[in-house]
T-cell receptor
Framework: GDSVTQMEGPVTLSEEAFLTINCTYT??????LFWYVQYPGEGLQLLLK?????DKGSNKGFEATYRKETTSFHLEKGSVQVSDSAVYFC?????????????FGQGTELSVKP | DTGVSQDPRHKITKRGQNVTFRCDPI?????LYWYRQTLGQGPEFLTY????????KSRLLSDRFSAERPKGSFSTLEIQRTEQGDSAMYLC???????????FGQGTRLTVV
């Protein structure tokens, strides 16, 4: 079945460092791809999405590009802040219209030190 | 607060007891989802509704689990004859039919002793 694999955490960075969190997927069709973030004490929230190959999702300085050839959707940010400390989840949806169930990776914890 | 709310936030129960959780979605959302999350793992899909209709249920879901959304608004998730392996965080989310969920609730943490 479809699946999502993320790099293991925790990832610890200094403020203003460059961030990459790797995500690869396995899917039989053409899924939509998502990054969710969970800040301490809060519920998951959608960070960004991409619905087809070569699409770039972006939000709050984070970016991810849907790479069909490498089945990847790596999350990047040029300069992280302490407030970015959270757990990040990569996910896919099999549904063409982005609805329906999501399949999540295991999550990557990011800790940013001042 | 107009986000997704879940009740209770925490539940401790003895093995073999039944438990019921409630989720109140964002009011205009017609889809409602239930997920389960264990420590160090991502959320695992359980089931989802569009209005009152249960559109999909995970094949991994035991018959001890049942969910309802009787009037297309709030939903309940019941676990019968709880087992220690049911200990987890149970998450709810809602969305419109053509969008992914933007926000999840903070979850109900179940501990089976």
């Amino acid at each position: 079945g479809d699946s999502v694999t993320q790099m293991e955490g925790p990832v610890t960075l200094s403020e203003e460092a460059f961030l990459t969190i790797n995500c690869t997927y396995t899917a039989t069709g053409y899924p939509s791809l998502f990054w969710y973030v969970q800040y301490p004490g809060e519920g998951l929230q959608l960070l960004l999405k991409a619905t087809k190959a070569d699409d770039k999702g972006s939000n709050k300085g984070f970016e991810a590009t849907y790479r069909k050839e490498t089945t990847s959707f790596h999350l990047e940010k040029g300069s992280v802040q302490v407030s970015d400390s959270a757990v990040y989840f990569c996910a896919l949806s099999e549904a063409a219209n982005q609805g329906g169930k999501l399949i999540f990776g295991q999550g990557t914890e990011l800790s940013v030190k001042p | 607060d107009t986000g997704v709310s879940q009740d209770p936030r925490h539940k401790i129960t003895k093995r073999g007891q039944n438990v019921t959780f409630r989720c109140d979605p964002i009011s205009e959302h017609n889809r409602l989802y239930w997920y389960r999350q264990t420590l160090g793992q991502g959320p695992e899909f359980l089931t989802y509704f569009q209005n009152e209709a249960q559109l999909e249920k995970s094949r991994l879901l035991s018959d001890r689990f049942s969910a309802e959304r009787p009037k297309g608004s709030f939903s309940t998730l019941e676990i019968q004859r709880t087992e220690q392996g049911d200990s987890a965080m149970y998450l709810c989310a809602s969305s419109l039919a053509t969008t992914p969920p933007a926000f999840f609730g903070q979850g109900t943490r179940l501990t089976v002793v």
